[in-house]
Nanobody, 127 residues
Framework: QVQLVESGGGLVQAGGSLRLSCAAS????????MGWFRQAPGKEREFVAA????????YYADSVKGRFTISRDNAKNTVYLQMNSLKPEDTAVYYC????????????????????WGQGTQVTVSS
């Protein structure tokens, strides 16, 4: 059984920064692409960023490109999301997830491509 635990969310003013962490257990973490998604009230869950199993490839949603950075530490079984220049529209519950495919060579963005999900961490950006 895979467990993902997010942390690092909170309340921050517009223009501020937060760093989210996602600790994984129960699987060969280093062999799977990891993704971050978010869901605002009344909206569908959307892709934010993903990083390949080797950390050689990253991909970002246009809405966060240049402000967010995804990284991973395979020795610690942890993936991070550094969020800078936060905007009120970034307010959402943020989830991390693992790709359902082993050592996929491309980074995928669709939610159905991800098998295991964390419980989420709330990020609130005030104006």
């Amino acid at each position: 059984q895979v467990q993902l635990v997010e942390s690092g969310g909170g309340l921050v003013q517009a223009g501020g920064s937060l760093r989210l962490s996602c600790a994984a257990s129960g699987r060969t973490f280093s062999s799977y692409t990891m993704g971050w998604f978010r869901q605002a009230p009344g909206k569908e869950r959307e892709f934010v960023a993903a990083i390949s199993w080797s950390a050689g490839n990253t991909y970002y949603a246009d809405s966060v490109k240049g402000r967010f950075t995804i990284s991973r530490d395979n020795a610690k079984n942890t993936v991070y999301l550094q969020m800078n220049s936060l905007k009120p529209e970034d307010t959402a519950v943020y989830y991390c997830a693992t790709d359902r495919s082993y050592m996929r060579t491309i980074v995928v963005v669709a939610t159905y491509e991800y098998r295991y999900w964390g419980q989420g961490t709330q990020v609130t950006v005030s104006s």
